[in-house]
């Protein structure tokens, strides 16, 4: 039976990485079909940029509305077997993320 593969990658600032791997973690992702390596990623360091839109009631974590923002950030790839699994993932993330809006996007896996 093939079990449906989804990556989940997100951005965070680094201050915030461990938390938010860790409630992803906690919701069953990262971990390999057959189980032998669990608590997998992949983070690489970069910068985002966002603008806080004033007039449409942003509220920011970091930084003003208004104002271009850039922060260091890291990029966050981490595997979730199972589409359950995935959404876990995801409102895991949510929760424990410290943006208004965490950037994050979900795809599915296909074997090749």
Request: proline share 6%; with cysteine.
């Amino acid at each position: 039976m093939v079990v449906e593969r989804f990556k989940l990658i997100y951005t965070v600032p680094h201050g915030h990485l461990e938390d938010t791997k860790n409630a992803i973690f906690r919701a069953g992702a990262g971990t390999y079909p057959g189980g032998k390596y669990s608590r997998v990623s992949f983070e690489t360091s970069g910068i985002g940029q966002f603008l806080p839109e004033k007039d449409k009631g942003a509220n920011p974590n970091i930084g003003r509305p208004g104002t271009l923002e850039k922060v260091e950030e890291m990029r966050v790839e981490i595997m979730c077997v199972g589409r359950g699994t995935m959404k876990d993932a995801v409102e895991a993330l949510k929760k424990a993320h410290p943006y208004e809006e965490p950037a994050y996007e979900v795809y599915k896996m296909e074997d090749a």
